[in-house]
């Protein structure tokens, strides 16, 4: 402080410098005040942000699974009004959301220890998984991975050996689009008296080696035509399973996939795409389908959150109009517009706790005509 004494500014007769001072006769000049002044300012700024970095909160760890962004959803649906979505999204606001944190790679040995099927991932998580069937038929395939693609929603195709064999350019696009395969076994055959008796028992032609060979064939056939293995996740035909079969497939690596069946058709995640006609029960147009999905979604106490949705790559509905991939963009954009996020099987597999699910009931399964 006593040094600003010897300070005093002055204009030198020669010199060209708009400020020019001397200190104990030496000239400096304003230049060097201005960078002092900056560097000082700048070690106070650090040091105060410092300060309240060390004063915040821990940040949460993020998943390490990337979650496509809302504002990257391409919003097209107009089947329902503003006010039914901001009611629902309201709903939603109530509840409280766990943190669903998934892993780095996929696991699949989340139920390795107990016989059932998965049925629905983890409730406390906003986290639905599109499956599709892949049969034989593939009359709605493009259409759907169009929307897919539209929309950048990646899904589980099950697929039997059969159709991956006969349908390779719609595979390699599935490939290529990142969706996740899973084994539908190879000839799609009944495994179950259900079709029969409407009991889920084993047929005496089926054993541990049937079903082992059957999903050996269908990965067989899918590493000869695209070199990649199908995920150790199955699908039954037609839904006939038991305690016994799933033990046949987890002693051949795989966890079977199941959806969750409810006390009455519309409270099943099953969307009845495999349904010809509208005079079968449980026929939904495109827009019931939609409004279906809207309904559960709204439901307490968890809507669709850890749900798996059963879709088809095919139909035998001779209407285009009446077949279901035309509600698909639809029932994505407006469940996305309520929260949820998109996921594969394998994703929600990751944030399951270590409570296993128990099988389906057979009080509303999938009828005896689905091959597709």
């Not at 104990?24 to 960078?35: D, I, K, Q, S, T």
């Not at 991975?145 to 006969?166: E, P, Y």
């Amino acid at each position: 402080m006593n040094q600003q004494k010897h300070f005093h500014v002055q204009k030198p007769a020669k010199s060209n410098s708009p400020m020019e001072f001397t200190h104990r006769g030496l000239p400096r000049y304003v230049w060097a005040c201005a960078a002092l002044t900056l560097f000082l300012s700048g070690i106070f700024f650090w040091l105060y942000l410092a300060h309240r970095i060390a004063q915040s909160p821990q940040s949460t760890p993020r998943a390490s699974r990337t979650t496509q962004s809302p504002q990257a959803i391409i919003y097209s649906s107009t089947a329902y009004s503003d006010s039914t979505n901001s009611a629902a999204q309201s709903f939603f606001d109530d509840v409280p959301q766990a943190r669903c944190i998934q892993g780095t790679s996929g696991h699949y040995d989340a139920f390795e220890s107990a016989s059932h099927s998965f049925d629905r991932g983890n409730t406390q998580c906003k986290q639905i998984a599109l499956t599709f069937d892949g049969g034989s038929n593939t009359t709605s395939a493009r259409n759907i991975l169009d929307t897919l693609a539209s929309r950048n929603i990646r899904a589980t195709m099950f697929l039997t050996g059969v159709f991956i064999n006969r349908n390779q350019s719609i595979v390699a696009r599935m490939i290529a689009d990142q969706h996740e395969i899973g084994n539908h076994t190879y000839s799609h055959p009944h495994l179950t008296t259900y079709s029969i008796n409407r009991h889920e028992q084993t047929l005496p032609t089926v054993t541990s080696a049937t079903i082992a060979h059957e999903l050996a064939l269908t990965d067989s056939a899918l590493f000869k035509n695209f070199g990649i293995h199908c995920a150790p996740l199955w699908r039954a035909p037609f839904g006939d399973i038991n305690n016994q079969i799933i033990d046949y497939a987890r002693t051949a690596g795989y966890t079977h996939v199941g959806w969750v069946h409810g006390a009455t058709f519309d409270q099943s995640f099953d969307s009845g795409d495999w349904i010809a006609s509208p005079d079968q029960p449980g026929y939904r147009t495109p827009k019931q389908l939609v409004a279906k999905f809207v309904k559960l979604a709204q439901q307490l106490p968890h809507g669709l959150s850890g749900g798996i949705i059963l879709m088809h790559m095919g139909t035998q509905r001779t209407d285009s109009t009446q077949q279901t991939y035309r509600a698909l963009g639809t029932l994505i954009d407006t469940l996305t517009h309520l929260g949820y996020s998109f996921k594969v099987v394998s994703q929600l597999l990751d944030t399951m706790p270590s409570t296993p699910v128990t099988t389906p009931s057979i009080s509303s399964k999938k009828g005896i005509s689905d091959e597709f």
